[in-house]
């Protein structure tokens, strides 16, 4: 794995929190910086993964998203001999 840049930082967390990172890095075989910034990755993942879905989904719908326009195209190239 390619090793990329590191910054260090502070980061502030309730007790329990803390606590919680702790154990469930402990149980993934990950120090605590591990996790968090697995962590931190999955998430930034997730939202993004969020907004192409929320962008496609926009620009799939409506009236004038249909592919109806392409449907002779289509048969062009699909009846070519």
């Given at each position: 794995m390619p090793s990329?840049?590191?910054r260090?930082?502070?980061l502030r967390l309730p007790a329990d929190l803390h606590e919680?990172?702790?154990t469930l890095a402990?149980?993934?075989g990950m120090s605590f910086n591990a996790f968090v910034a697995w962590s931190l990755e999955r998430v930034a993942r997730e939202e993004e993964e969020h907004e192409l879905f929320?962008?496609?989904t926009i620009a799939g719908g409506g009236d004038d998203s249909t592919t109806e326009?392409?449907?002779p195209a289509a048969a062009e190239v699909?009846?070519?001999d």
């Open positions: 990329r840049p590191i260090t930082t502070a919680l990172a702790s402990r149980k993934k929320e962008g496609y326009w392409a449907m699909v009846l070519l």
